[in-house]
């Protein structure tokens, strides 16, 4: 069943099996597969089943550092959370991402992709998207990718329906949890608002935060603080490790008509380093894009080419006017390192729940500019050595300058913050997502990533919130034995 509104006294006298506090693709996936079980659910989400201005304002927060983002726009406050707005521009992560590649850049996490690879053609129908093609090998370095595009699916659209229908998952709108309540080592129940400030409390046996990439760190944080630092009982990494994929302009290519690049629908063809080239470059995972231009654009690109570089300008309009030849902005979205200083604290500002608003510590480093400057680098020596064409590179990207504010900046990926760790001083869960020293409160979605590889994160939550339904289904068999 699915509810509008909370009803008073409804949740008091039941004890669920699972309560999961977000309804986003990482609380959707759940509640459908757990419901599919026979468990009884409760899905509690914040906002209602379409966008109003109250319920996004309690995302309002700031982020300090030089680079600035809204944090209000950058996420979705209702029924489906940002899939309401997502591009669909899904990859699975690479198998080095999961791995450690620089000394001093902690990108471990505590499984292998083979743990999420049984997950992968179930998000893949989830997701809407088609099977996995290989990579194909752009010289020794490179590899050429493949973006795999979401319609996008919309987790609210697809999955109210199915949600209403089952019986034993309710899904509450406008429920928004103000606190969870430690009793003897687990969670007891959650604290949760209506729009009209009421209080209600609701208890289960296990509780799964699905509240978003910078949310579950909130959450935490302010359940940590009023439950006299009980709910996270190491709180070192707690809101650390924050990351982001950065997405920047950083030059143009030049391109013959017989080099192997495949452009897809958005006219853009993906290329990134292979395992072992990360690792030469003591560096981390990047996604390039090679975006193709219109002839006129192309034509504009080569005259301010000429400015600068008389010579390459006239041999580039040689051949594009034999139509040999086109233009193609380089972009990259990149995997950044995991910095304990980039974090999500509490403010002193307030919502009108009176929960701290979040505050977002985040920078980029020379190290970030290293990781795409060695990409971008082998991707321009293989194009020339090849006889592809021709790339130029923005001189901030070779440590002239800083990174750019006025780009992209960064893709809306919200990854870090409780990230997964086998041990609690480096991180907030363990490698079945239960947090570290609680026995039943868990934690879905990106800000359980340790690292963030180079691929957009949709698929991965979904992969992971497959596999806790499984660790959850099994805990609930074992349980039912006892
Ligand atoms: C503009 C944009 C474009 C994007 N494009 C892509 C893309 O192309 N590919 C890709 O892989 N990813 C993309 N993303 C990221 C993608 O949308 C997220 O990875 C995904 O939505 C995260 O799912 P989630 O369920 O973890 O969190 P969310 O989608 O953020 O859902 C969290 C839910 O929890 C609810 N909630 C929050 N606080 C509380 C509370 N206190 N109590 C109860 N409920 C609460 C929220 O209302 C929300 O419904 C994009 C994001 C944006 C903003």
């Known amino acids: 069943m699915l509810a509008e509104h909370i009803t008073r006294g409804a949740l008091e006298s039941r004890l669920f099996d699972v309560c999961l506090i977000g309804a986003g693709p990482a609380g959707i996936t759940l509640a459908t597969e757990l419901g599919a079980r026979g468990q009884s659910v409760l899905l509690l989400e914040a906002g209602g089943a379409s966008y109003e201005e109250s319920s996004q304002a309690m995302y309002e927060g700031e982020v300090v550092g030089a680079l600035k983002f809204a944090l209000d726009t950058s996420r979705l ?3 489906g959370g940002a899939s309401n707005h997502w591009g669909g521009f899904c990859q699975a992560l690479d198998a080095v991402d999961f791995e450690s590649k620089v000394a001093g850049v902690d990108t471990e996490w505590p499984i292998r992709r083979r743990h999420l690879d049984p997950y ?3 998000a893949e129908a989830i997701v809407e998207i088609p099977a996995f093609t290989p990579d194909r090998p752009y010289g020794e370095q490179l590899r050429l990718t493949t973006m795999r ?14 949600l209403e229908k089952m019986p034993n ?15 003897d080592g687990a969670i007891v129940s959650v604290e949760i608002t209506d729009p009209d400030n009421g209080r209600h409390t609701a208890r ?18 302010w359940a940590n603080q009023q439950n006299g630092g009980r709910v996270v009982r190491d709180p070192r990494a707690l809101g650390r490790y924050w990351l982001e994929h950065p997405h920047f302009t950083i030059g143009e290519a030049f391109l013959d008509d017989r080099a192997p690049f495949v452009f897809d629908k958005w006219s853009i063809a993906w290329a990134s380093p292979t395992a072992q080239a990360i690792r030469d470059a003591r560096a981390l995972n990047a996604g390039l894009r090679l975006t193709r231009r219109n002839r006129e654009s192309s034509r504009q690109m080569i005259a301010d080419l000429s400015c600068v570089a008389p010579e390459l300008g006239q041999w580039a309009m040689a051949k594009l006017k034999r139509r040999l030849f086109c233009g193609a902005m380089l972009r990259a979205s990149w995997e950044q390192a995991p910095r304990a200083w980039n974090r999500v604290t509490l403010s002193t500002d307030r919502d009108r729940h009176g929960t701290p608003r979040a505050e977002l510590h985040w920078r980029l480093d020379d190290f970030d500019r290293h990781t795409v400057a060695s990409a971008a680098t082998l991707l321009a020596e293989a194009i020339l050595r090849r006889g592809d064409g021709r790339v130029r590179l923005d001189p901030w990207v070779l440590g002239r300058g800083s990174f750019p504010a006025d780009d992209e900046i960064k893709g ?10 086998s041990s609690s001083a480096t991180g907030v869960v363990d490698a079945d997502c239960k947090v570290h020293g609680l026995s039943n409160l868990y934690v879905a979605g990106s800000s359980v990533f340790p690292s963030g590889g180079a691929a957009n994160p949709t698929l991965t939550i979904v992969q992971l919130a497959l596999r806790l339904a499984d660790r959850l289904g099994e805990r609930a068999s074992a349980a039912s034995v006892l």
């Open 204 to 221: 289960a046996r296990r509780f799964v935060l699905c509240a978003g990439g910078i949310e579950n760190s909130r959450m935490l944080l």
């Open 77 to 79: 406050r209702y029924l």
């Open 149 to 162: 595009f979401s319609p996008p699916v919309n987790f609210a659209t697809k999955y109210r329906g199915m």
């Open 412 to 421: 809306n990926h919200h990854m870090g913050g409780t990230r997964m760790s």
């Open 169 to 183: 998952v309710a899904t509450i709108l406008q429920a928004c949890v103000l606190n969870l309540h430690e009793r």
């Open 120 to 122: 992968l053609a179930r």
